[in-house]
């Protein structure tokens, strides 16, 4: 493997600081990970909503697919990132194996060094041993309080007293209104420019080839929200008309060239056979014209921004 360049200043390798800031649910907010990551130099965070428990996080599955040598990802806590210590090892190796970084901001590791890779073992398991006594102490103390005739919890909740409800109510809906807010701007101007004319299945599509990990019911979510706070126009949630079969691969089309604007269009057409797409006319062979065809209609629907590149590439290149 080829060394990374290393600035003469600093032992740590040159590269982008890509931050990752994870929390269980939808109505956590990630903000207050997103200041340390971004105080500590990342330009770029990538949000994650997942439980702790589940190794299903795609968001982190993409960017360690897509991260490069020498760049280094960063989290604020371990836990951040994964839920065990052989998860954790196992994200380490995809990272190494592209000549890629760690860096946790509240534990000593860099994984540079033999001794950053031997802290992180020792760390983990720390944290791993750390959330075993956690959950035992939880249950022990729930035990405990049953034996005395107590229930867990907050007895105001459990009693439904109507002004703890409101406070727990009005908490979660500022905290989530606060991460909607945080990072509208990379999402609402591609739904201001596609809706109501696409269903939100076309607009998640759109997002997700963009690197968004967005699902249609949580992305209308977010909008009702917005327009609810009289933030985004009411237009936005309007039902979608009908669509054509020619309109959901002209969607499709449109979600590739704009992930990546320098495929020429005889790539696209082979990513559109690979995908077992057929042509507007019902074919298996897509043509560089059918595809010139399907991205020109999603200029002129807004589908794609008009400052865009005029083209996909040579035809034949």
């Not at 770029?44 to 490069?68: D, M, N």
């Not at 959950?135 to 867990?152: D, F, H, M, N, V």
């Not at 739904?191 to 992305?219: S, Y």
């Not at 936005?236 to 002209?250: A, G, Y």
Request: with cysteine; glycine share 8%; aromatic share 2%.
């Amino acid at each position: 493997m080829a060394k990374t360049p290393r600035n003469p200043s600093s032992r740590r390798p040159q590269g982008r600081l890509i931050g990752y800031a994870r929390v269980s649910t939808d109505e956590q907010a990630t903000e207050a990970q997103e200041i340390e990551l971004r105080s500590a130099g990342c330009d770029t965070i990538v949000q994650e909503h997942g439980s702790g428990a589940s190794r299903t996080r795609p968001a982190l599955a993409r960017l360690v697919r897509e991260i490069g040598a020498g760049d280094t990802l960063v989290v604020v806590r371990l836990d951040r990132l994964a839920r065990s210590v052989s998860h954790l090892l196992e994200v380490i190796e995809d990272l190494t194996a592209k000549g890629a970084h760690f860096r946790s901001l509240r534990d000593p590791i860099d994984t540079t060094t033999p001794q950053g890779m031997f802290s992180l073992q020792v760390l983990g398991a720390v944290a791993q041993l750390e959330r075993a006594l956690i959950s035992e102490r939880t249950k022990a103390g729930i035990q405990a309080a049953k034996a005395k005739g107590r229930l867990p919890g907050n007895p105001g909740i459990r009693e439904r007293r109507p002004d703890v409800l409101a406070k727990m109510t009005a908490a979660q809906k500022a905290a989530y209104g606060a991460r909607i807010q945080a990072n509208a701007n990379q999402w609402l101007p591609t739904v201001r420019r596609m809706r109501p004319d696409h269903t939100w299945d076309d607009i998640a599509r759109v997002l997700k080839q963009r690197g968004l990990d967005w699902t249609p019911e949580r992305l209308r979510r977010a909008v009702k929200w917005l327009v609810a706070e009289r933030l985004a126009d009411p237009a936005l949630l309007r039902k979608s008309p009908p669509r054509l079969p020619e309109d959901r691969l002209m969607t499709l089309v449109a979600g590739i060239h704009s992930s990546n604007p320098d495929l020429t269009l005889r790539e696209i057409a082979g990513q559109l056979e690979r995908l077992h797409e057929r042509t507007p006319r019902g074919g298996t062979k897509w043509s560089p014209s059918s595809v010139k065809n399907l991205i020109d209609r999603a200029r002129r629907t807004g589908l794609i921004a008009e400052d865009a590149e005029s083209d996909a590439g040579p035809a034949g290149g």
